[in-house]
């Protein structure tokens, strides 16, 4: 499997933005489409966004389209998930992850999973 590690997150104000990166070592990333995830306190693990493993396709929830992109860098071992215009519904641990399965946003198909970093907006 590949080993994952979320960094970015924070503190910030409604319709303010950060970056999240995902920093993948062990397995060969590119072999992987990667996914973004969230949990809220009390509330289930929820799709995000996702996108292949070239990075040729992407698919939003419908809550952050428009306002979050994701995006890779295959040569660094890296993902990125940028979001704009936050809101206080935002507020979550975000957790990125890897699946074989590129057309997959269901949780239980994502086999590597990074430690989450938290995100909190305030309003």
């Known amino acids: 499997q590949v080993r994952l590690v979320e960094s970015g997150g924070g503190l910030v104000q409604a319709g303010g933005s950060l970056r999240l990166s995902c920093a993948a070592s062990g397995r060969t990333f590119s072999w992987y489409a990667m996914g973004w995830f969230r949990q809220a306190p009390g509330k289930e693990r929820e799709f995000v966004a996702r996108i292949t493993w070239s990075g040729g396709s992407t698919y939003y929830a419908d809550s952050v389209k428009g306002r979050f992109t994701i995006s890779r860098d295959n040569a660094k071992n890296t993902g990125y998930l940028q979001m704009s215009s936050l809101k206080s519904e935002d507020t979550a641990i975000y957790y990125c992850?890897?699946?074989?399965?590129?057309?997959?946003?269901?949780?239980?198909?994502?086999?590597?999973w990074g430690q989450g970093t938290q995100v909190t907006v305030s309003s």
């Open positions: 992850a890897a699946t074989y399965y590129s057309g997959s946003f269901y949780v239980k198909d994502f086999t590597s």
